[in-house]
């Protein structure tokens, strides 16, 4: 609970939101970072193409409304820009604000700088985590093993784009120490002076190039997260290492000094280890050079390379604020994969089947097929402009059949064709997304036998059809439950 000490502890308005706001849009993200703004007396205006949303919005908050367009028209009446993570940089209104010098920033930049200008007492401890897949993952992990003893009252939380929404993690009760925060490309491209404590950047691959313009400019983005006192970075992934080739890494493989990786069957730290020699998790001693023995790499959940990746990296964010390795494994062996992140979620027929809608790029898509002999694969959606060719020669040779829906099907199917000719292939052109995923099912049930393993693993996005990657996930459950019973059903009849 917040205490009059540490209101009287609080300071004021950091220069950049001193003058005259406008917060781009009245929906959720917008809203949350004018009510952030509002509540430390910021001169804020929402500005909105819906006049109704906007209004209420305003009304709701005791700030100013502007509609869009004259927001575009009148830009140069404000001091600073606030948009949130949608907000494309062509956006007129931001081309507009560039041509009159205006500043656009946007909500972790916001919650950032009230947070070093003490505008909620003290300031926290920041963690960024990004990279194109793995980051909820990493994030919930992390937070996890900072968390400390007490979960009623626990040291760190997630947050940004899992749990509590950053700048509402500021006012968060009960007050924790560190912030977790797993950030998108768009949060740090509109981030200017974030320097996190810790930062890292997990792997880089193609994604939302429709929205940045190019790799280059995806990547320049990812790498503010390494303008951190303790930058880390990916040593097994030659971009994100090039990023910061000094820093601290962790690796799938035996680890280096200055790495923390995987030796027989345990992940090992060699960075953080000059004062920890002999705190090992299960007691035993280690010599001095040879690193501390975290916690053992089987058990972790999401099983797999994807899940012993993830949990490397968040090992080696928790070593770096001094996180003792009892604490790590402890986490470790508690943690459970969110939903739609390679779960297995059914098996009947004795088919197995897995989840993972979150694979919504080719990259993530290898990494949850990865370690996988053969399966059945289900991919298909939005690609965002993502290159296939690599994904398709590696991967393809693996799949005993696929089915492929979506707005972007046909140049995978043209993909699988050139690579595997001979590769059973069924494409559904509906547009429902109940009858697609019923149709894909229908080949899947002709073609599937016990032992077979269907991978949902779409290597694209879902909104050209669904509401979401979860949608995606939970229809794909509840086709494999209708087509292809449990055991426990069928010995029921």
């Excluded at 000059?274 to 010599?287: L, P, T, Y």
Aim: net charge negative; hydrophobic share 45%; aromatic share 6%.
């Amino acid at each position: 609970m917040t205490t009059e000490d540490d209101k009287d502890k609080r300071g004021s308005l950091p220069e950049q939101l001193t003058g005259p706001l406008l917060v781009a849009g009245a929906g959720v993200s917008g809203e949350g970072i004018a009510r952030l703004l509002v509540a430390c007396a910021a001169d804020v205006t929402v500005a909105d193409a819906n006049t109704a949303t906007g209004q209420a919005l305003a009304s709701k908050l005791g700030c100013a409304f502007i509609p869009l367009d004259e927001a575009v028209a009148q830009v140069d009446r404000y001091a600073t820009v606030v948009t949130s993570p949608g907000w494309r940089p062509n956006s007129e209104l931001f081309v507009q604000a560039a041509a009159h010098g205006v500043p656009v920033i946007g909500d972790v930049e916001v919650a950032w700088q009230l947070d070093q200008a003490r505008c909620f007492g003290e300031p926290h401890t920041w963690v960024a985590i990004t990279g194109t897949n793995g980051k909820t993952t990493t994030t919930g992990m992390a937070a996890a093993m900072l968390a400390g003893p007490d979960r009623e009252h626990p040291l760190a939380l997630a947050v940004g784009n899992i749990g509590v929404a950053v700048g509402e993690a500021l006012y968060h009760e009960p007050r924790v120490d560190t912030l977790v925060a797993e950030l998108s490309s768009f949060q740090l491209h509109y981030s200017s002076t974030l320097r996190p404590r810790v930062g890292i950047v997990l792997n880089l691959a193609d994604d939302h190039l429709d929205w940045h313009g190019s790799f280059e400019a995806y990547a320049a983005a990812k790498a503010k997260a390494l303008h951190a006192e303790a930058p880390l970075v990916n040593a097994d992934d030659p971009v994100v290492r090039n990023l910061a080739p000094e820093a601290i890494s962790f690796t799938l493989g035996e680890p280096a000094p200055g790495q923390i990786g995987v030796r027989d069957g345990y992940i090992v730290d060699r960075a953080f280890v000059d004062d920890n020699v002999g705190e090992q998790s299960d007691g035993k001693s280690q010599a001095e050079g040879e690193g501390l023995v975290i916690a053992p790499v089987e058990g972790i959940s999401p099983p797999g390379v994807a899940g012993i990746a993830d949990a490397l990296a968040a090992t080696a964010v928790a070593r770096a604020l001094g996180a003792p390795a009892h604490d790590i494994a402890a986490a470790l062996a508690s943690f459970s994969v969110a939903s739609h992140r390679g779960a297995i979620t059914h098996r009947g027929g004795g088919v197995t089947f897995v989840d993972n809608s979150k694979a919504t790029n080719p990259h993530a898509a290898a990494m949850a097929l990865k370690g996988v002999a053969r399966y059945i694969w289900i991919g298909g959606g939005q690609l965002k402009g993502a290159h296939i060719d690599t994904f398709l020669r590696e991967n393809a040779p693996h799949m005993t059949a696929a089915a492929l829906l979506g707005v972007d099907r046909e140049k995978l199917r043209e993909g699988l064709a050139n690579v595997v000719p001979e590769l059973p292939v069924f494409v559904t052109g509906e547009t429902d997304k109940h009858r697609a995923m019923r149709e894909i099912f229908e080949f899947v049930a002709s073609v599937a036998q016990p032992g077979d393993t269907v991978m949902l693993a779409p290597a694209a996005a879902s909104l050209d059809m669904y509401k979401g990657m979860a949608e995606r996930g939970d229809i794909f459950t509840a086709c494999a439950k209708e087509f292809f019973p449990s055991e426990e059903s069928e010995s029921a009849h």
